[in-house]
């Protein structure tokens, strides 16, 4: 997150477990509050329990380490089928790995990695250099659906997330594969499967995503 000001701007990176929440000034900071951010009645406060994530102050920010070497906003006209199919020619890491790595496109989480590569039919192990183009078509909209669908029910509140009142994202009762392993898939009944790829929990429905 960027708050923006005349003469810098304040970078807030939330990392794995990092919040923010709204109260009143005099609110009693929690055990993992870090830092405050003071107006006239109300404060936000930046709590971080597993401290991966970080506050900066930045004068210029196009030079600025976090925004150096980032990828495509998935959300923006740049992000499309022809812009993916050029990332992945002679690739041979996964296209879960590709789609979730922040220098190539930013944005894409596990969570949100799985549920795409569900809605378009892909096998997350699959090799990227072997997804064809129509299938780069499925997935850009799959992509850019599943962010817009998250954004509108306030994210997916798995163990840290959280609104800025407190309150918990809902889009997790969406999930067709996330954290689902050994239920019945919701188009074909097959039992979701769990795997690991590059350390991080994968789901997938192995009839859907052939």
């Given amino acids: 997150m960027v708050i923006y000001f005349e003469k ?11 919040n923010l929440h709204f109260q009143k000034n005099e609110f009693t900071p929690l055990r993992h509050d870090h830092a405050q951010f ?6 936000i406060f930046y709590n971080d ?32 089928d022809n812009a993916l199919f050029k990332m992945t020619r002679n690739r041979k890491t996964s296209i879960k790995q590709l789609i979730m790595n ?17 809605r378009s039919k ?20 799959a992509i850019k659906q599943v962010l817009k669908d998250a ?5 997916s509140s798995i163990r840290d997330f ?13 999930h067709n594969v996330y954290g ?9 009944s097959t039992k979701i499967k769990k795997i690991i790829i590059s350390g991080r929990s994968t789901f997938y429905c192995s009839k859907c995503q052939s």
Avoid: W
Wanted: aromatic share 12%; net charge positive.
């Fill in 8 to 18: 810098g701007h304040i970078i807030i990176h939330l990392g794995m477990s990092g």
């Fill in 49 to 80: 329990p597993r401290r991966f994530g970080s506050i900066h102050f930045a004068k210029d920010l196009d030079s600025f380490f976090l925004f150096k070497n980032i990828g495509l906003e998935p959300l923006s006209d740049s992000f499309n």
């Fill in 122 to 141: 892909i096998r997350p192990s699959k090799p990227a250099k072997n997804i064809t183009k129509k299938e780069c078509v499925y997935l850009v909209s």
């Fill in 102 to 118: 922040g220098s190539l496109i930013v944005g894409v989480g596990n969570i949100y990695a799985s549920e795409s590569l569900f």
């Fill in 38 to 43: 003071k107006f006239k009645k109300y404060s």
């Fill in 151 to 155: 954004i509108k029910l306030g994210g």
């Fill in 180 to 188: 689902r392993e050994g239920e019945n898939c919701n188009q074909c």
């Fill in 162 to 174: 959280k609104q800025l009142d407190g309150s918990s994202g809902y889009f997790k009762i969406k």
